[in-house]
């Protein structure tokens, strides 16, 4: 596609249940990374991805957070026995490569997750 | 420990007057740094980005100036206009990850 297409973009899930994340990055692009944005404040980062692998899981927040990316493409972020804490925006990014070097990154819409 | 902070949360701007964001940082290692702008609803949006071994850089309507001297880094907007109402995050890269600042929210004033 055009951009970084992401999905859900909204999402409301009870306590305790599981949700994953679907993210489509822009086609060719190797770099992909996931940040987590609550109400009003910055970005956080999670996760990134060189083609399908994730050298540093470090950002993930709890072992509850899983991701995998298959095929070099689409990215999926899974939050088992989800918390309310866990209510955010979750973004998507691409990039041509992880390494910035004036190569500009690209986000997606974001999937608003609210855990009631 | 590394990071990125901004002053002001919120700036409130007349609409034709120019807009001064800014940013202080912490790592002196940092090789680049970026300005985003969030619209409502939206993703990050790229606005422009310097080199550290530059101290001013321009766009259309924007300049960044950055001083590594005192580590701070500012976005400027000329002649505010209402769809530049949004968050504006600095971001400076750290090796395969930007670290980000909390946000500045520019309102337009009519």
């Known amino acids: 596609g055009a951009g970084v297409s992401q999905s859900p973009s909204n999402k409301v899930t009870e306590k305790g249940k599981d949700v994953e994340l679907r993210c489509d990055p822009i086609s060719g692009h190797t770099a992909l990374y996931w940040y987590r944005q609550s109400l009003g404040q910055g970005l956080e980062f999670l996760i990134y991805?060189?083609?399908?692998?994730?050298?540093?899981k470090s950002g993930l927040p709890s072992d509850r957070f899983s991701a995998e990316r298959t095929g070099g493409s689409v990215s999926t972020l899974t939050i088992q026995r989800t918390q309310q804490e866990d209510s955010a925006v979750y973004l998507c990014?691409?990039?041509?490569?992880?390494?910035?070097?004036?190569?500009?990154?690209?986000f997606g819409e974001g999937s608003w997750l609210t855990v009631v | 420990g590394e990071s990125v902070g901004l002053h002001l949360p919120t700036l409130s701007v007349q609409e034709g007057d120019n807009s001064i964001i800014n940013c202080a940082y912490s790592?002196?290692?940092?090789?680049?740094f970026i300005w985003y702008k969030q619209e409502s609803g939206k993703g990050p949006q790229f606005i422009i980005d310097i080199r550290s071994n530059m101290d001013k850089r321009q766009g259309q309507r924007v300049t960044v100036l950055l001083n590594k001297t005192v580590k701070h880094l500012s976005l400027q907007i000329a002649a505010t206009q209402p769809g530049d109402s949004a968050v504006y995050f600095c971001a400076e890269n750290s090796n395969y990850q930007l670290i980000w600042g909390a946000g500045t929210k520019l309102i337009i004033k009519p």
């Open positions: 991805f060189q083609g399908n692998s994730a050298p540093d």
């Open positions: 790592n002196s290692a940092s090789d680049y």
């Open positions: 990014a691409s990039s041509t490569e992880v390494q910035y070097s004036g190569n500009t990154i690209y």
